[in-house]
T-cell receptor, first 117, second 115 residues
Framework: EPEVTQTPSHQVTQMGQEVILRCVPI?????FYWYRQILGQKVEFLVS????????KSEIFDDQFSVERPDGSNFTLKIRSTKLEDSAMYFC???????????????FGAGTRLSVL | AQSVAQPEDQVNVAEGNPLTVKCTYS??????LFWYVQYPNRGLQFLLK????DNLVKGSYGFEAEFNKSQTSFHLKKPSALVSDSALYFC?????????????WGLGTSLAVNP
């Protein structure tokens, strides 16, 4: 069964460093998302992406965040200068279409745990 | 404001007994509701969804959920729990996000099924 894959599973970084979290969405999917979950808190929407541009971003997704689809398979989240409060589990998701409801399901990767020291 | 609430942090049930994990929502318009499950070290796995139609929807692993518009609830149920059902369960509602959609999540409920 096709799945969303995320690498690395755990990333440790120093405060102020840049990190890139990588995701490979399901191959025929067109819509891509990043969510994050700070320990003990709700899963929060960060950004959605379609047709090589951001569809919507939350207030969390400030100028230190960026997303990119550098080739036909990868979807990356870059955090330019990490802060302690960026420590969280980051989930990538993809969905096939917004059309027929049967395909309007977001499928998630296993997540990348980011630890900022 | 659009939101999802899961009032129970943890649910404990004996194997073989029925289980219910509660979810209520607050959203304008018709709700598109989802349940996901998260096993340790795994991603969020889609279980089932309600878009329209029958209020009782069936999903993976024998789970079902009942949509109740008057109570704005979407409780997850299973007639007979298995130990392997022990996991973290998330309720979510899909809302418009520009020309895309996003999920708004509950806090999650930890289900423990005891042998």
């Amino acid at each position: 069964e096709p799945e969303v894959t995320q690498t690395p599973s755990h990333q440790v970084t120093q405060m102020g460093q840049e990190v890139i979290l990588r995701c490979v969405p399901i191959s025929n999917h067109l819509y891509f998302y990043w969510y994050r979950q700070i320990l003990g808190q709700k899963v929060e929407f960060l950004v959605s992406f379609y047709n090589n541009e951001i569809s919507e971003k939350s207030e969390i997704f400030d100028d230190q965040f960026s997303v990119e689809r550098p080739d036909g398979s990868n979807f990356t989240l870059k955090i330019r200068s990490t802060k302690l409060e960026d420590s969280a589990m980051y989930f990538c998701a993809s969905s096939e279409t917004l059309g027929p409801v049967a395909k309007n399901i977001q499928y998630f990767g296993a997540g990348t745990r980011l630890s900022v020291l | 404001a659009q939101s999802v609430a899961q009032p129970e942090d943890q649910v404990n049930v004996a194997e073989g007994n029925p289980l219910t994990v509660k979810c209520t929502y607050s959203v304008s318009g018709n709700p598109y509701l989802f349940w996901y499950v998260q096993y340790p070290n795994r991603g969020l796995q889609f279980l089932l969804k309600y878009i329209t139609g029958d209020n009782l929807v069936k999903g993976s692993y024998g789970f079902e959920a009942e949509f109740n518009k008057s109570q704005t609830s979407f409780h997850l149920k299973k007639p007979s729990a298995l130990v392997s059902d022990s996991a973290l369960y998330f309720c979510a509602v899909r809302v418009r996000a520009g020309n895309n959609r996003k999920l708004i999540w509950g806090l999650g409920t930890s289900l423990a099924v005891n042998p």
